[in-house]
């Protein structure tokens, strides 16, 4: 667990330093492994890399950004959207993002973990 978190710690719980050998898919998959045992699992959503629960997505890779569906006006919402580079998550580059969604550079990868929990608790 991540101190004073609740939230698993991972081998790759840290932000990519540019250059680094540590790919947003290798914290991708730590991450599916790790929440595999809260029901999560690895699938596609409009063709990337998705983690779902219960048939529904709430994590989704896109190239080195992770985004989060975490409800649209909560405070996880509001503090992810407050990361520098963070934005409304907009899948199909047309300008029309998900409102509930929040992507997520790597940059702030050791926030990951801690995202996909809300998100993944978000479902319920």
């Not at 978190?5 to 840290?14: F, H, I």
């Not at 569906?69 to 509001?78: E, I, Q, V």
């Not at 963070?86 to 199909?92: C, I, M, T």
Request: glycine share 12%; proline share 6%.
């Amino acid at each position: 667990m991540a101190a004073g978190t609740g939230v698993p710690k991972l081998a790759t719980d840290r932000s990519i330093p540019q250059g680094s050998p540590v790919s947003a898919d290798a914290i991708f998959d730590d991450l599916a492994l790790t929440l595999a045992s809260r029901g999560a699992v690895a699938g596609a959503m409009f063709g990337k890399r998705a983690l779902k629960a219960n048939g529904k997505a709430f994590a989704c890779l896109q190239g080195d950004v992770l985004a989060f569906r975490l409800g649209a006006g909560s405070p996880a919402h509001d503090d992810a959207l407050a990361l520098a580079g963070a934005e409304l998550f907009d899948p199909s580059g047309t300008k029309r993002p998900f409102k509930d969604w929040v992507a997520v550079p790597s940059a702030h990868a050791g926030q990951w973990p801690r995202l996909a929990e809300t998100a993944l608790g978000h479902l319920s």
